[in-house]
């Protein structure tokens, strides 16, 4: 059984954030661009940015959305990467220690 | 039997004389008219509140002057009596969570039994179910708006449970239309991160902060005895500076009273709180033994006085519950308004006390539970009205005051109204003497003001004065 | 329209100052005062950008050596000044020779060199300046904290002839700034004595102009109403002026100085300039002051800005966050 990789996914230094009542507001000065979370993408985001703790947004997921652990570290690797590809953050490989 | 929307059958208070609640008090040498329910406040010499008595008992309506100006609008204004809710559960209060019971301080009059370590925390499932819930109460009554309450112990010695609810409220509430609040009454004593988190994700915080250093130390020590005013003063200075509304609550004790403007000069200097919230410490057994006494309640007004006038010139309401004059109302907590608060255990409770507390008193404030599979709260009708009733009862010691609309005779389980009228406690001095501190205020007449609270026989013959009812008492 | 800064210097220390930035360039030594050459730059600029008026700040601007040169070039364009009052004669006599319909100057009346307000000296030197400038002075008022007063000025305009528009200003925060400025979450508290003070001067005809960053909804309809009725200027605006720089930075208002500046060039007009500040902005509008102001309907139909761009891009945080993830794993392994 091959051990599994880490990815590190880092939010970028020209990046800033809000939280308003039902959205997360970003903003990436480099661009400059604004983006629009809403939903289960803001949780992600919110609880990501508070306590940058995967494991225990995953936890939350698992409840709040019925995913098994797979599943919901699933849709927050989709999720990451979705903003990987947007350009607020970037994803090197490495180990869990950066 | 399970709420199914279907009306329980309820009890309709007797309607009273709605000139029962038209007030009269001595105030320094004059008579202070107060009818909240009829809109009216009014100050006027002793010979014209008799005259305006008379008037009221005979239904007259032909007396000459601003005396039958005051009468006429008295006698034809219908009272607007605060009602006990009716009908399904369609609008809760708010949904109150307790993640837990436990605290990491060990205020000294504190008379919270819970054991301060340990004891059960909120599972998350649990904590979905009942927001879920929560949400599809309002959803059902096509309510957008709602509030989410954290009580304790600390509710933020459970901090994962606390971010859980907040984000999966907010998005499910999103996902729903609906915009929450929410709101924590916390001890503060916790790092600054959580104090950014907290002050960025919560509407308001009920901040309990007692007073200066030496105060604050003393009464509200962390529990492993260190002080705890450096940290807490950070907290709120960093929600201060944050978009939550601050509330600062300070428990005021016989030590602590005279302290009240220096308090509150410091709050206006360092803090931007909407309101500053002072509570006389309620004497026991175990308060005493610890070494604090509640304050004099002549001296406790005065110095809420002092307090409020300082901490109103910066835009800083203050408070006491029992005398907030914004509604008229029949309760001054969450009893009778159908607050839904989840205890960790999933029960569904009407007040946030320990069971224990209101099952000692004889009280049965258990509404229902929370159906984790369904994720549904499961409210019993009947439990549902009978707390609506309890607010609604009629209580002997206020039926003759006039404060009842505000105070509503204050804690449901800890103050008993099961007395004789006007058989006031030191409880209801206070809230007689600011209450009517206010009211004078408002009314702009601050010499008549300051010497009801500072003249020691004008502020007793108001704060025990037997029958308020203007129309049955004799004008002082 | 565009502020040109003619001079960093300033002997007040007004808690709330944004003008921070300005005055620490002169710390690091740069030039205090600018040069007429380059003033003459500046009114070109104006030429060019089809702006007839002349505002000059500071720092204090009535301190620079050459004012009267200055305002004697600036002649032929309507000239507004804003001082904290207390002029030197020199200055104050070129002022006193402007026809009023010429020459508008604002006052700021809280301007104080004293931790807890203007002493009574500062008082009497600015009411006698008030005094000899009659209807050219406008008085301003910044308000910082929720406990001010706007009788005094009432009295002064009633006495003075002076413009009976009072101009007010709400502090508000320089980014990354530590000046005293007033929260939004002071905004409502401020806004009831605001009413109060517009019921006191309408009889009098007085009438309070209310500058960038107020926001409807620290008023009630009911306030609102009495506001419009009592004369107030009513504007939810966030569109402030450039202010161009001795250095010729431009900035998009003082409490964004040193955050968010482009440069004066011989060529761009004004509009141009705006525009470039705008496009680096303009991100951040999507919020505003408050948490509910991304889905206010009067912001999201253009009748509020959603309040001060610097309180708005203040309440963004920023941290470095890095999260690692284990990567998915990999199928063959997994069947192997």
């Not at chain 3, 007010?168 to 109060?196: C, S, T």
């Not at chain 3, 705006?274 to 509910?292: C, D, K, M, N, Q």
Request: net charge neutral.
């Amino acid at each position: 059984m091959s051990r599994r990789g880490w990815s590190v996914y880092t939010v970028g230094e020209t990046v800033r954030w809000v939280v308003d009542d039902d959205r997360v507001i970003i903003v990436d000065g480099a661009v400059p661009a604004a983006h629009v979370l809403q939903g289960r993408e803001a949780l992600i985001w919110r609880v990501l940015t508070s306590s940058r703790d995967f494991r225990k947004l995953a936890e939350f997921l698992e409840v709040a959305a019925d995913l098994t652990e797979p599943a919901a570290e699933q849709e927050l690797r989709a999720v990451l990467g979705r903003w990987t590809q947007l350009g607020i953050a970037s994803c090197a490989t490495g180990g869990p220690d950066g | 039997m399970r709420s199914t929307g279907t009306r329980a059958a309820s009890k309709m208070p007797a309607v009273p004389d709605a000139r029962d609640s038209i007030f009269c008090l001595p105030a320094g040498g004059v008579s202070l008219v107060y009818a909240p329910l009829h809109g009216l406040a009014a100050v006027m010499r002793n010979a014209a509140a008799e005259r305006l008595a008379a008037a009221l008992r005979e239904n007259d309506r032909l007396v000459p002057g601003p005396v039958g100006t005051i009468a006429t609008h008295l006698l034809d204004t219908a009272a607007e009596m605060p009602q006990a809710r009716s009908g399904p559960l369609s609008e809760p209060l708010f949904l109150g969570v307790v993640p837990t019971r436990g605290c990491n301080m060990a205020c000294g009059y504190c008379d919270f039994a819970a054991p301060k370590s340990g004891g059960p925390t909120m599972d998350l499932h649990l904590a979905r179910a009942a927001v879920e819930g929560y949400l599809m109460l309002l959803d059902r009554g096509g309510r957008r708006h709602g509030a989410v309450h954290f009580f304790g112990g600390e509710p933020f010695r459970a901090p994962d449970v606390v971010e859980f609810i907040v984000e999966f409220a907010a998005q499910r509430a999103g996902d729903l239309g609906i915009v929450l609040d929410f709101e924590a009454s916390t001890n503060g004593l916790f790092s600054s991160a959580r104090a950014e988190w907290v002050a960025d994700r919560f509407s308001t915080i009920v901040l309990s902060l007692d007073g200066p250093a030496r105060v604050q130390d003393r009464q509200r020590p962390a529990l492993n005895d260190r002080p705890t005013f450096s940290v807490v003063a950070r907290t709120a200075k960093i929600l201060s500076d944050g978009p939550a509304e601050l509330i600062v609550r300070s428990c005021v004790t016989a030590a602590s009273v005279d302290l009240l403007p220096e308090w509150a000069t410091w709050i206006s200097r360092e803090l931007r709180p909407s309101t500053v919230c002072f509570e006389s410490l309620t004497g026991s057994a175990s308060t005493v033994a610890a070494g604090f006494l509640p304050p004099d309640p002549y001296r406790f007004a005065q110095q809420f006085a002092q307090a409020a006038l300082i901490l109103d010139r910066h835009g800083i309401a203050t408070v006491q519950s029992t005398s907030d004059l914004r509604d008229c109302r029949i309760s001054a907590c969450p009893v009778g308004q159908d607050a839904l608060i989840v205890s960790p255990d999933g029960a569904v409770d009407a007040c946030y006390l320990l069971e224990k507390e209101w099952r000692d008193q004889g009280l049965d404030l258990r509404l229902g539970l929370v159906n984790v599979a369904a994720r549904s709260l499961e409210i019993e009708d009947e439990a549902l009205e009978r707390t609506r009733q309890l607010a609604a009862r009629h209580k002997p010691l206020c039926a003759s005051c006039f404060c009842q609309y505000h105070c509503a005779g204050g804690c449901h389980v800890h103050h008993d109204t099961n007395r004789p009228a006007a058989a006031y406690d030191d409880m209801c001095v206070a809230t007689r003497l600011i209450t009517a501190d206010k009211v004078l205020r408002r009314l702009r007449l601050t010499a008549v003001a300051d010497r009801t609270l500072t003249d020691p026989v004008a502020a007793r013959s108001l704060a025990r004065h037997a029958d308020d009812r203007l129309i049955a008492s004799e004008v002082p | 329209m565009a502020n040109l800064i003619v001079s960093t210097v300033c002997p007040m220390r007004c808690s709330f100052c944004f003008a921070g930035e300005q005055r620490a360039k002169t710390g690091r030594g740069s030039a205090a005062y600018l040069s007429l050459e380059e003033f003459d730059r500046r009114l070109a600029f104006l030429d060019r950008s089809g702006i007839g008026e002349v505002r000059l700040i500071g720092g204090e601007p009535t301190l620079h050596p050459l004012f009267p040169e200055l305002i004697g070039r600036a002649r032929g364009r309507r000239i507004v000044v804003f001082t904290n009052g207390l002029i030197p004669e020199r200055a104050l006599a070129c002022l006193e020779s402007l026809p009023e319909s010429e020459c508008t100057v604002l006052v700021n009346m809280n301007a104080t060199r004293r931790p807890d307000g203007p002493g009574a000296a500062e008082t009497r030197h600015r009411s006698a300046v008030v005094h000899r400038l009659g209807g050219r002075a406008k008085l301003g008022f910044t308000i910082f904290r929720v406990d001010f007063d706007l009788d005094p000025l009432f009295e002064l305009v009633t006495e003075s002839g002076a413009q009976r528009g009072i101009r007010l200003g709400l502090a508000q925060p320089i980014l990354g700034g530590g000046n005293e400025y007033l929260h939004p979450k002071q905004y409502p508290a401020v806004g009831r004595r605001i009413v109060d003070f517009a019921k006191r001067g309408a009889p009098a005809g007085i009438s309070l102009e209310l500058d960038c960053g107020f926001v409807p909804c620290m008023f009630s309809d009911a306030d609102i109403e009495i506001l419009s009725s009592a004369g107030t200027d009513l504007g939810w605006r966030c569109n402030p002026v450039l202010d161009v720089g001795l250095d010729g930075t431009v900035s998009h208002c003082f409490p964004l100085a040193g955050s968010v500046d482009t440069r004066l060039t011989s060529d761009l007009g004004a509009a141009e300039l705006r525009s470039r500040l705008a496009a680096s902005t303009h991100p951040y509008r999507l919020a505003g002051i408050y948490r509910r102001c991304s889905r206010c309907p009067l912001k999201q139909r253009g009748e509020c800005t959603g309040g001060c761009l610097a309180a708005t891009m203040r309440r963004f945080r920023h941290r470095t966050i890095r999260v690692a993830v284990q990567q998915e794993r990999d199928q063959h392994a997994a069947r192997e």
